[in-house]
Structures are given as C-alpha cells and as structure tokens.
C-alpha cells in the first residue's frame, strides 16, 4: 500500500514520491523524516538510520549510481574531513537509492557528476565558475577545492558544486550566502 503524498510536497517530485513509497512498501522499509526535496531528489531517513534519495530523473539516477558504485569500489568513506555516504542498496525499476546518513562536514550530491571525464567546459568558463564557487565558500574554497581534487583522484569530476551539497555544519555562523545557491 502507498503512503500518503506528504503535505507541501511539491508537485514535480509526486512520482518519486510513490516510486519511493512502492519500494518501501516493497522492502518493509519505514521513512521517519524528510531530508530534503531539492530539484532531482526526495530524500528521506529511514527507521534503519539510512537515507533513501528517490529520483525524478533515470539518467540522473545512473549517474548519481555509478559514481557511488565506483566509490564504493575503491572503499571511500570520506574526502579528506568530509564524510561521504555510503552506498546500501539500489533500484532500477523505482530509481532510488539507500545510502548511509552522513553528518557535516559531508559531500553528497553526485548526480550532476562526471565519471572518467571533465566537464566540458573551456578555460574561460572554468575560471568564472570557480571565481564563482569563490565567492560561495569564501575562506573555506581551498579546503572544498582540495576536497574536489581528491575526488579526481578517484576520476569522478564534480560539477553541482554549492552549500547544501558541501556542508560544514556551522554555516549560519559564516558568510552571508551559505544556503543553497547554484
Ligand atoms: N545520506 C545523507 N545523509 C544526510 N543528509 C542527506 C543525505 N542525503 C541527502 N541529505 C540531505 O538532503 C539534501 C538533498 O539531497 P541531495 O542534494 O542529494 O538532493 P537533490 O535533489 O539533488 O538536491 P539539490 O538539487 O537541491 O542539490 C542534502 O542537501 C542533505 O542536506
Ligand atoms: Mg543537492
């Protein structure tokens, strides 16, 4: 049986919403609270103190799963002092995937992420965008940007690169513009 649509949800995210309910009514799995509804994903915790992120989007779904398919190969748990989740399971047919909750510091969002390639973007556009991300993080851009590179290492590019998707944890005590712009 579904659950109920949440009161607000906004309507863009309804399908994922009973997508997420089918799958957890067909694993027995119990949401406790919202997370987050950002533009691609409806997260959720779960009774078993997992995150349950459902997806509007297939390709952005794919994305987001080989990125945590490949961390998961190479056993990463962390970039640097950022925790990253892990990944617990996933599902083709309702686009959703359970990954451990992360406390801040943490990096998650790994939809808009580019595997074994750069994005593509010239020189010029790279410079604006990290003039940009600059501006976002203000004093703490080298330890993001440092966090981006270890990510690299591993040959995963990330490209949706804002607070909220890198979380310190202390944000209402710095800079005035730490709360979700893109
Ligand atoms: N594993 C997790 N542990 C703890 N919090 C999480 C986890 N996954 C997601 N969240 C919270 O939910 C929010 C939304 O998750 P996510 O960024 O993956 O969704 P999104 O729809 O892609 O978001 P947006 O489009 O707004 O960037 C995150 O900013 C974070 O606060
Ligand atoms: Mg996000």
Known sequence: MNNPRPAGLPEIHSESWDRLSRYCS???IELVEQFGWGYEGLV????????????????????????????????????????????????????????TIVSPPFILDFAGAYLDKRPPFDDEQLQEWEE????????RWPIVRSALSFFKGHGIYLNDVKPGNVTFGDEDSWGSDASGRS
Request: net charge negative.
């Open 44 to 99: 959720y915790s779960t009774v078993s103190k997992s995150a349950i992120k459902a997806f509007r989007h297939r390709e952005l779904y794919e994305n987001e799963l080989k990125v945590y398919l490949r961390l998961r190969d190479h056993a990463v748990k962390a970039a640097h002092e950022f925790a990253v989740p892990r990944l617990i399971s996933w599902n083709d047919e309702f686009l959703v995937i359970e990954m």
């Open 132 to 139: 940009q991300k600059m501006e976002q993080f203000e004093d």
């Open 26 to 28: 067909v694993c027995g």
